[in-house]
């Protein structure tokens, strides 16, 4: 067919509209461009142009520590190493060994010394001569000395150390006032935030390494205040004790430790917040010892098998395993089993939190402490006292009525249990002052077996009451059961007397 001019016409109309959507499309993409142009990225997103100016206003205020401890040797002396070899630790184990089989000094004569050294990194707080590093730098060294930028070394002593933060303060003293740091807010640092770290690895001081917070309050179980900044700027052996700056070139964490399968920076390094730090340093600086507040409890975390048992309506606060007979907590009123929820108005979530929040308050201070007992919100007023070196480690002492136990046995909650007779005191070494019901046997497939309970252990409290027999156990489990929990609260006690709390699924 011959096209008419209409089609003709319509075609050509069709095919200038199509020219009109394509340059449409052509123009929006330009515009697209334009605004990419006209908007780009925030500068710290790609990272700070240079860290140069920042590195340089504060490296004279980073020194390297060495300490050195004369120590006795066994057998063969470990040839002499360069200090901060990286392989020094592997050495020193290797010619350890070798020499067991020729030991020196068997005849009554003096041992051969060595003297044994380490290396790490410090900062100075104050121009008087002030510097902060890790306790685990000094540990017990003869001798500690202070290495500065310009190449000067002084003498340092000790003016306190405290193991449980892992940091130590020392005095050097200088013919002139030194470089200082100034300590910032960690509170205030977020995940993503840039940070340097600068220090003494493997021996190489002044070195300045770059990353970001990766995360804040890391638990990494190496001590009972652990709320670690995470970072990924490069941190080795031989950081430890140094500083991690802000950008506005301020302290915000003493680099600690490490997570690596090679033993050097894959990129999880640890930094002792200033926020944590700071009131601790001020005690040593101050009274050459730590003062922290002590409330005479031992706890433990509440899970969600014992928050449906205790009521709490969600897995929160700390839970109270043992009350110590002459902290401060028990003329207070604190009690076994209460849940503390706020400490002097501050919001306990996980038990971790409450040991950081009454080391840092005041010895002497009367606090409000909120708890929830048998699912009644109560608040007790405690006058604080202070933590000494073992008191965290007391046992606690709960007198529980004293009753005849019968012989008979019974099973409930896939535990067999026995009253406590003087046979089974001798096979368990069961103190006398323990009471309760003995575990005699667990089923392996139970939810007892899943929560680690053993033969020999004394089921004290059921439900936070006290049992004294099988039948005691057997009653009160029932009882739950009829109340429709789903688990039952044992506080179940050790040979020796040290108690903890198991949520155990009613079957």
Same mark, same amino acid.
């Given at each position: 067919?011959?096209?008419?001019?209409?089609?003709?016409?319509?075609?050509?109309?069709?095919?200038?509209?199509?020219?009109?959507?394509?340059?449409?499309?052509?123009?929006?993409?330009?515009l697209?461009?334009?605004?990419?142009?006209?908007?780009?990225?925030?500068?710290?997103?790609?990272?700070?142009?240079?860290?140069a100016?920042?590195a340089?206003?504060?490296?004279?205020?980073v020194?390297?520590?060495?300490?050195?401890?004369?120590?006795?040797?066994? /057998?063969?002396?470990?040839?002499?190493?360069p200090?901060?070899t990286?392989?020094?630790?592997?050495? %020193?184990?290797?010619?350890?060994?070798?020499?067991?089989g020729?030991?020196? /000094?068997?005849?009554?004569?003096?041992?051969?010394?060595?003297?044994s050294?380490?290396?790490g990194?410090?900062?100075?707080?104050d121009?008087?001569?002030?510097?902060?590093?890790?306790?685990?730098?000094i540990?017990?060294?003869?001798?500690?000395?202070v290495?500065? #930028?310009?190449?000067?070394k002084?003498?340092?002593?000790?003016?306190g150390?405290?193991?449980?933060?892992?940091?130590?303060?020392?005095?050097v003293?200088?013919?002139?006032p030194?470089?200082?740091?100034?300590?910032?807010?960690?509170?205030?640092?977020?995940?993503?935030?840039?940070?340097?770290?600068i220090? #003494?690895?493997?021996?190489?001081?002044?070195?300045?390494?770059?990353?970001?917070?990766?995360?804040r309050?890391?638990?990494?179980?190496?001590?009972?205040?652990d709320?670690?900044?995470?970072?990924?700027a490069?941190?080795?052996?031989?950081?430890?004790?140094g500083?991690?700056?802000n950008?506005?070139?301020?302290?915000?964490g003493?680099?600690?430790?490490?997570?690596s399968?090679?033993?050097?920076?894959?990129?999880?390094?640890?930094?002792?917040?200033?926020?944590?730090a700071?009131?601790?340093?001020?005690?040593?600086?101050?009274?050459?010892?730590?003062?922290?507040?002590?409330?005479?409890?031992?706890?433990?975390?509440?899970?969600d098998?014992?928050?449906?048992?205790l009521?709490?309506?969600g897995?929160?606060g700390a839970?109270?395993?043992?009350?110590?007979?002459?902290?401060?907590?028990?003329?207070?009123?604190?009690?076994?089993?209460d849940?503390?929820?706020?400490?002097d108005?501050?919001?306990v979530?996980e038990?971790?939190?409450?040991?950081?929040?009454?080391?840092?308050?005041?010895?002497g201070?009367?606090?409000?402490v909120?708890?929830?007992?048998?699912?009644?919100?109560?608040?007790?007023?405690?006058?604080?006292?202070?933590?000494?070196?073992?008191?965290?480690a007391?046992?606690?002492?709960?007198?529980?009525?004293?009753? %005849?136990?019968?012989?008979?046995?019974?099973?409930?909650?896939?535990?067999?249990?026995?009253?406590?007779?003087?046979?089974?005191?001798?096979?368990?070494?069961?103190?006398?002052?323990?009471?309760?019901?003995?575990v005699?046997?667990?089923?392996p497939?139970?939810?007892?077996a899943?929560?680690?309970m053993?033969?020999?252990?004394?089921?004290?409290?059921?439900?936070?009451?006290?049992?004294?027999?099988?039948?005691?156990?057997?009653?009160?489990?029932e009882a739950?059961?009829? %109340?429709?929990?789903k688990s039952?609260?044992?506080?179940?006690?050790?040979?020796?007397?040290?108690?903890?709390?198991v949520?155990?699924?009613?079957?």
């Open positions: 067919m011959v096209p008419t001019a209409e089609t003709v016409r319509a075609g050509g109309s069709a095919w200038q509209a199509a020219l009109g959507a394509v340059r449409g499309c052509a123009a929006a993409l330009a697209v461009a334009s605004l990419s142009v006209a908007a780009p990225l925030p500068a710290l997103a790609k990272g700070p142009e240079s860290l100016d920042l340089a206003q504060v490296t004279d205020a020194v390297n520590i060495s300490a050195s401890t004369t120590v006795e040797t066994r /057998g063969r002396t470990m040839p002499q190493l200090p901060g990286p392989f020094e630790d592997l050495f %020193e184990e290797f010619f350890n060994r070798r020499g067991q020729n030991r020196g /000094g068997d005849d009554g004569a003096p041992r051969p010394q060595r003297r050294s380490s290396l990194s410090g900062f100075v707080i121009s008087s001569g002030i510097v902060i590093t890790n306790n685990h730098v540990g017990t060294a003869n001798e500690i000395f290495g500065f #930028n310009d190449g000067t002084l003498k340092a002593e000790i003016v150390k405290d193991d449980k933060l892992d940091l130590a303060v020392l005095r003293k200088p013919d002139k030194l470089k200082a740091v100034p300590f910032g807010d960690s509170e205030t640092m977020r995940p993503g935030d840039w940070v340097i770290a220090g #003494n690895p493997f021996g190489l001081g002044g070195s300045v390494s770059a990353g970001i917070i990766s995360a309050g890391r638990n990494i179980e190496s001590g009972p205040y709320n670690y900044i995470q970072t990924d490069a941190i080795n052996k031989g950081n430890s004790g500083p991690l700056f950008m506005n070139g301020e302290v915000i003493i680099n600690t430790a490490i997570l399968p090679t033993g050097g920076s894959v990129g999880i390094g640890f930094a002792v917040p200033s926020a944590t700071l009131p601790v340093i001020n005690q040593l600086r101050e009274f050459g010892e730590t003062r922290r507040g002590w409330l005479g409890v031992r706890i433990q975390n509440v899970d098998a014992t928050a449906e048992a009521g709490l309506g897995a929160r839970l109270i395993a043992g009350v110590d007979e002459k902290g401060p907590a028990k003329p207070a009123g604190l009690e076994v089993g849940v503390i929820t706020k400490f108005g501050r919001e979530k038990s971790r939190d409450l040991p950081r929040i009454v080391a840092s308050t005041p010895v201070k009367a606090v409000d909120t708890v929830v007992r048998k699912g009644q919100e109560l608040t007790r007023q405690v006058t604080l006292g202070r933590l000494e070196d073992g008191e965290r007391q046992k606690a002492g709960l007198n529980q009525p004293s009753t %005849e136990s019968p012989t008979a046995t019974r099973r409930a909650l896939g535990l067999e249990l026995s009253g406590i007779s003087e046979e089974l005191r001798r096979r368990f070494n069961i103190k006398d002052s323990v009471k309760g019901v003995v005699t046997r667990v089923d497939n139970s939810a007892a899943d929560k680690r053993q033969p020999g252990e004394v089921i004290v409290e059921v439900g936070q009451e006290p049992v004294a027999s099988p039948a005691d156990v057997t009653r009160r489990v739950l059961k009829k %109340e429709g929990r039952a609260l044992l506080l179940v006690s050790n040979a020796q007397g040290e108690v903890r709390f949520a155990v699924t009613i079957e």
